[in-house]
């Protein structure tokens, strides 16, 4: 028993050297951060990160209204996969004199079988809204018919045997 303190003090310094390096490694971070973080924050900023986008889902149609502003017509495509998933899709490129920018959105929509994908529209308005709207299938008027009904011997004939046999 009076062995245990000693092995459990060893153990305690041995990890001494992990902290020291770590803290030197988070020093030595901070101390970098001023120099590293503005260019990843410019070159990593995403461009569709404050843009709104407004999901409509009622008992007639599946609406999607998304600001895309930043983007020129022809420079967006809107398609439906598999058919059950929209996908809506704007990319833009340009050659500055002082670099190369590159926006690009891609937004898929998931829908069920209930709507109509052959039949989807989108619009663009004037200050960059676009609409996609799909309406839901039309559901026919569930027909009512009578089935007959068929007229067979009785169905539990070894029951019947065996209350008559007691």
Known sequence: MSLLPLIFRDMMYMSRPLRMLENHLRLTEEMMKPFITPAIRVQWQPAYSEKQENII????????????????????????????????????????????????????????????????????????????????????????????INHTGPEREDENKEKTEK
């Open 57 to 148: 889902h009622d008992k007639e149609k599946f609406m999607i209204k998304l600001d895309i502003q930043d983007f020129a017509p022809e420079e967006i495509t809107v398609k439906t996969l598999d058919g059950n998933m929209i996908q809506i899709e704007a990319k833009h490129e340009k050659n500055e004199e002082d670099g190369f920018i590159s926006k690009q959105l891609i937004r898929k929509f998931v829908l069920s079988n209930n709507y109509d994908l052959k039949d989807v529209v989108s619009t663009l308005s004037s200050d960059g809204i676009l609409t996609v709207t799909a309406l839901k299938k039309a559901v026919p008027n569930p027909e009512e018919t009578i089935i007959k």
